[in-house]
């Protein structure tokens, strides 16, 4: 037993397997990076549309002069242009400009000066923005998918480090165990001694390989993360190319209508084309084709995958059972902590419902985003724990017990190993945002004039308006019915009124989020500004009063305030 430090244990490899499946890839299968990808296309034909649109002005520009020829090759990029597009009605307004420009080549002369100070410019501006905004995200999800893709090759080399050095470890236990009767004393104690420092280095990758399992889910989830806030922004983008495109629609129509009797045929073509768009409807539209068309999707997480759980290992059934077991009851340890956290996670937004005054809108998206993160974890270990059981079940000849996640584990084999994969259910959370033209807003309010002398039909108020207005004077009651019909009812100094007509506050509201106007009407708003309530419109856009100072302002901006207590009039 001299040569014992010398010997080489040589165990088999495992046979590679004819067939095996092809190397899961991580990131293009999550279903937030679909959506991203979805988004992007949408993004890159708008950019593709402006950067066309700019094109045509601006060499519609350059040949006013010898238009005839040249805007009817313009007239066909644009249309080219404008087949890549979603079918909706602003771009199709945009076939209807093609169309005039054929048969009005010859009228568009003096058009040069205006497309170059108009609609040139802001495209370029606008584009410049984008793309601006639009560069850095891309290197931000390719950063964190990189992340995603590197902890899940390294998971799998650490299982592949993990089931060596236990293979090692059990052919090193088996020796020993064979040959300890026929050594001294001192080669079984130097035996002993290597078998421990074995044991010990196959808990320290033990350990190792669980927290880069763990890690992996924390990357996933940044990842996914950094996809919903990119989305997002891209969305938004979008939104505004398509209000943009609109502006320009409406501007040139009003160049066009300029120029008298021999355009008088296509003016009416772009005014019939102008009419038909509703951009809040083509908004809608955009957004519905780049959503989510499920309201929940799969995922798949790739499971820890341990040594013990092979019935054709080297190790014995004992030991195999108890280091099953041993493992069972460290999943056991973090399903209570993490249970423990989503108790305490739902009793906190239970609260937050029940009282709404506790917290702000930021809080509770924080709070559910803890929430979901902590669901997803603990799902992740029962589905773990799941298959350590069926495992431990199988070797003790006991049953297999049902589990929620049973049927949703599968097995796959690349060339070295089988693999363990978990598909779970998860909800797809885009925050959806209200969203409608300032220019559409300001249509909607049309002012009336001063309100008149309340009469006796004024007084008898519908009930409408007893359900929704208090006040404490007759032209106070005046001032509410109109303020709820959308009609502000101010003084008319120039026909000798001289006053101002009191509005009726209907709530009060709390700004959550800064907020600079580039509108006269609109107020600034600061965190924490306590704004009056005078007008609700459907459209996302309140009017109310802040420092004395009238004017709109986004909803999405602040947070109403409850309503402690309602006076009645006495004149009602």
């Known amino acids: 037993m001299s040569d014992f430090g010398r010997r080489v244990v040589k165990v088999p490899s495992p046979k590679s397997i004819n067939g095996h499946l092809k190397m899961k890839d991580p990131v293009s299968t999550c279903s937030y990076n679909l959506l991203y990808q979805n988004v992007k296309r949408f993004s890159k034909n708008g950019e593709y549309f402006f950067k066309e649109l700019m094109t045509v002005f601006q060499q519609r520009a350059e040949l006013e002069h010898t238009y005839a020829k040249g805007i009817q090759k313009l007239a066909g990029k644009l249309i080219k242009a404008s087949k890549g597009m979603t079918n909706n009605s602003t771009y199709n307004a945009w076939c209807h400009v093609s169309d005039e420009m054929y048969s009005t080549a010859d009228t568009h002369r003096t058009l040069g000066n205006a497309f170059q100070q108009e609609a040139i410019l802001e495209l370029r501006q606008v584009l410049d923005e984008h793309n601006k905004r639009k560069r850095p995200l891309d290197n931000i999800i390719e950063k964190n998918g990189k992340l995603v893709a590197a902890n899940w090759n390294e998971q799998l080399k650490m299982k592949k480090k993990l089931v060596g050095i236990t293979r090692e470890h059990e052919a090193l236990f088996n020796f020993v165990e064979n040959n300890k009767h026929i050594c001294t004393e001192k080669e079984k104690q130097k035996m002993l001694n290597r078998l421990t420092k074995s044991a010990e280095a196959q808990t320290r990758v033990d350990e190792e390989y669980f927290n880069i399992n763990m890690e992996g889910h924390q990357i996933r989830l940044k990842w996914e993360n950094t996809l919903k806030h990119c989305y997002q922004i891209i969305q938004e ?157 199988e070797l003790e000849g006991k049953p297999k017990t049902l589990h929620r996640f049973s049927d949703s584990i599968t097995r796959w084999k ?159």
Not at 298 to 306: G, R
Not at 498 to 510: D, F, L, P, V
Request: with cysteine; aromatic share 6%.
């Open 237 to 393: 983008l979008e939104k505004q190319r398509i209000e943009i495109l609109c502006n320009i629609l409406n501007r040139y129509n009003i160049h066009m209508s300029s120029f008298g009797q021999t355009l008088i045929h296509g003016q009416r073509q772009i005014e019939q084309a102008v009419q038909r768009v509703d951009v809040e409807k083509d908004i809608q539209t955009l957004t519905d084709e780049i959503s989510v068309t499920a309201g929940e999707t799969k995922a798949e997480f790739l499971m820890a995958d341990y040594f013990e759980e092979d019935s054709k290992s080297l190790m014995g059934k004992d030991r195999r059972r108890e280091a099953i077991k041993v493992k069972l009851q460290r999943l056991e340890d973090s399903i209570t902590k993490t249970k423990k956290d989503c108790e305490g996670l739902e009793k906190l937004m239970k609260t937050y419902s029940e009282n709404p005054s506790f917290s702000n809108q930021k809080n509770i998206e924080e709070t559910e985003q803890l929430l979901d993160e902590s669901t997803l974890k603990l799902d992740l270990l029962e589905a773990t724990k799941c298959k350590l059981s069926t495992s431990l079940s």
């Open 414 to 572: 690349d060339k070295d190993y089988e693999h363990s994969v978990v598909e779970l259910t998860r909800p797809v959370k885009i925050k959806k945002t209200p969203f409608r033209s300032r220019q559409s807003l300001r249509a909607s309010i049309v002012y009336k004039g001063p309100a008149q002398t309340v009469t006796q039909s004024a007084v008898e108020p519908s009930s409408q308006v007893i359900d929704q207005v208090t006040s404490t004077a007759p032209n106070q009651e005046t001032a509410c019915d109109s303020a709820i019909n959308g009609v502000p009812a101010n003084a008319d100094d120039d026909k000798g009124q001289g006053q101002t007509t009191a509005w009726c506050s209907i709530g009060k509201c709390k700004a959550m989020y800064d907020f600079a106007s580039d509108q006269e009407d609109e107020l600034n708003l600061k965190e924490g500004d306590l704004l009056d309530i005078y007008l609700k419109e459907d459209s996302g856009w309140w009017f109310g009063i802040l420092n004395g100072q009238l004017g709109h302002f986004p909803s999405t901006y602040v947070e109403e305030l409850p309503m402690l207590s309602v006076v009645k009039s006495t004149h009602v």
